[in-house]
């Protein structure tokens, strides 16, 4: 980068500055918080993280140099929020992955579930797709997804969005798509579970592993 288009010492102590301010707000509203979804937390942490990128970018500009510092889900973070500052009303957008791991359990579960309840004979249970009609249609999701196991299931990712919005929506008015309409710049928080995110955590293991193991080979070689 040319030094016509490089930040200067300035701008980079500036965001310097405004790291701190930042990391001060942060603590204040942890410490006052109403909640664990307090808005003022989530608010601080955003204001954090972006001016934590923007520290780190005019750093690099600069001086070629980084910091430590890894905000999660800054990649692929939402939009700003522009939705109403007091919602009247919020979807909560679930998602949850599962596979067929064992069919064989899913399939004794639903013909159980079908014996039980259902007099007429349907045998919906004597296929996948319909023996997951049966499960989705008899127990909650929360309840699934806490007995996955019991029903041949096995966890993928999921995910849940809260969305704000200023009026409750009509009955029926989106039922034919529920999916279809949702203004990333309205959702208020999300939460993500997802293997890769334990994947990383073991590399982090491994690698920590690996440099211990290192460290202990360099002192017996000290010693010898």
Same mark, same amino acid.
């Given at each position: 980068?040319?030094?016509?288009?490089?930040?200067?010492? +300035?701008?980079?102590?500036?965001?310097? #500055?405004?790291?701190?301010?930042?990391?001060?707000?942060?603590?204040? /509203?942890?410490?006052?918080?109403?909640?664990?979804?307090?808005?003022?937390?989530?608010?601080?942490?955003?204001?954090?993280?972006?001016?934590? $990128?923007?520290?780190?970018?005019?750093?690099?500009?600069?001086?070629?140099?980084?910091?430590?510092?890894?905000?999660?889900?800054? %990649?692929? +973070?939402?939009?700003?929020?522009?939705?109403?500052?007091?919602?009247?009303?919020?979807?909560?957008?679930?998602?949850?992955?599962?596979?067929?791991?064992?069919?064989?359990?899913?399939?004794?579960? +639903?013909?159980?579930?079908?014996?039980?309840?259902?007099?007429?004979?349907?045998? /919906?249970?004597?296929?996948?797709?319909?023996?997951?009609?049966?499960?989705?249609? #008899?127990?909650?999701?929360?309840?699934?997804?806490?007995?996955?196991?019991?029903?041949?299931? $096995? #966890?993928?990712?999921?995910?849940?969005?809260?969305? /704000?919005?200023?009026?409750?929506?009509?009955?029926?008015?989106?039922?034919?798509?529920?999916?279809?309409?949702?203004?990333?710049?309205?959702?208020?928080?999300?939460?993500?579970?997802?293997?890769?995110?334990?994947?990383?955590? %073991?590399?982090?293991?491994?690698?920590?592993?690996?440099?211990?193991?290192?460290?202990?080979?360099?002192?017996?070689?000290?010693?010898?």
């Amino acid at each position: 980068m040319s030094d016509a288009v490089q930040p200067t010492a +300035a701008e980079v102590r500036a965001a310097a #500055e405004a790291v701190k301010t930042a990391l001060d707000r942060h603590l204040a /509203a942890v410490e006052r918080r109403s909640g664990e979804d307090d808005p003022t937390v989530y608010e601080a942490f955003n204001e954090l993280a972006a001016a934590a $990128e923007t520290y780190d970018e005019l750093l690099y500009d600069r001086y070629d140099e980084v910091t430590p510092f890894e905000i999660p889900g800054t %990649d692929d +973070a939402l939009p700003p929020y522009t939705g109403p500052e007091e919602p009247h009303a919020l979807s909560v957008l679930i998602r949850r992955d599962y596979a067929v791991a064992e069919p064989q359990r899913l399939l004794a579960q +639903a013909q159980r579930i079908e014996a039980a309840d259902y007099e007429d004979g349907a045998e /919906a249970s004597g296929t996948v797709h319909g023996a997951l009609g049966i499960l989705f249609g #008899e127990f909650e999701p929360d309840e699934i997804a806490s007995r996955h196991k019991e029903f041949g299931l $096995e #966890e993928g990712d999921s995910t849940l969005w809260v969305t /704000a919005a200023d009026e409750p929506a009509d009955p029926g008015e989106w039922l034919e798509g529920p999916f279809e309409q949702i203004d990333a710049q309205r959702v208020v928080c999300r939460f993500d579970v997802s293997a890769v995110f334990d994947d990383e955590a %073991d590399d982090e293991l491994d690698d920590l592993d690996t440099d211990l193991d290192e460290d202990e080979d360099e002192d017996l070689e000290r010693h010898a």
